[in-house]
């Protein structure tokens, strides 16, 4: 007889997964995937994603609260990029006079646009829970221009399929045309009714409400809209964390 070959259980477990996660995802997003590096963790992440993306209705909203649920917020990562980037320290001197949002990528008009340009479109308002990885949540009230709004300004080729913010502490977040393009997805200036300040990501952030905290990338100097998933290689960090 045949003797079969033994593995453990959790190699078992492990090999159902990347199975069914090949399998979901052949069926479901040939091709528009991040890389898994070969990382079992990460093709959790893409089973993560592809399961939400398949589950839930496109404009699911993440739950809003009343003023009186508004709590304090600690100020966490790099609260003053300054001291990574000497044109972030500029225009701090200058309270950020004369800062300008770069867009560049795959959209019809890339250029720059100003603070005042980013004030005069229709802003949003909204308060939400900020989920931090590290296990904390805040409630905050967010002011700001819909990233969809300056987006369709710029005009997004049909094409492009992820939109990356980059900061100016140098980090690069990703976030698909369904989160861009959510009505609560927001570029906010404005934080419980005052002006963002640097500890909270001045003079831009954006507020990623369906995904964990470390999404909502505070002190944005760049908007790069692109057809393929920019590879940073792996920070570690999931890159689609749904909640
Ligand atoms: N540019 C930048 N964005 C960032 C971070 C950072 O260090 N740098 N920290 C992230 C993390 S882990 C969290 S929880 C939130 C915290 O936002 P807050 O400082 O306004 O509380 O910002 C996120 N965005
Ligand atoms: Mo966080």
Redesign the pocket.
């Known amino acids: 007889m045949k003797r079969l070959k033994i593995i453990s259980r959790r190699k078992a477990i492990i090999a159902g997964l990347a199975g069914i996660g090949g399998l979901v995802l052949a069926r479901y997003a040939p091709r528009s995937l991040p890389p898994t590096y070969g990382n079992i963790l990460r093709m959790g992440d893409n089973l993560t994603y592809v399961a939400q993306r398949t589950l839930l209705p496109d404009e699911t909203l993440a739950r809003e609260y009343s003023f009186a649920d508004i709590s304090s ?7 003053n ?1 300054a001291h990574h980037s000497e044109e972030y320290e500029r225009l701090l001197g200058r309270r950020f006079a004369g800062w300008e949002l770069a867009l560049e990528g795959a959209i019809a008009r890339p250029g720059m646009l100003s603070l005042d340009d980013l004030k005069k479109f229709p802003s949003r308002t909204q308060i939400t829970k ?5 296990g ?1 949540t ?1 409630i ?1 009230q967010w002011t700001g221009v819909p990233l969809s709004t300056v987006l369709q300004h710029v005009g997004v080729r049909p094409s492009a399929r992820f939109v990356n913010f980059h ?3 140098d ?1 690069i ?1 990703t976030v698909d045309m369904l989160d861009a393009f959510h009505p609560q997805t927001i570029l906010a200036y404005g ?1 419980n009714g005052k002006e963002l300040t640097v ?3 001045a003079p831009i ?1 954006v507020r990623i409400e369906r995904q ?9 100097r760049k908007i790069e809209v692109t057809e393929d998933y920019p590879d940073v290689g792996d920070s570690g960090w999931s890159w689609y964390t749904g909640i």
């Open positions: 917020m600690p100020a966490t990562g790099t609260t990029p900020h989920h931090c990885e590290e904390w805040a905050a900061s100016y502490d980090y977040e934080m500890p909270h990501g952030r964990i905290g470390y999404k909502s990338m505070k002190y944005i």
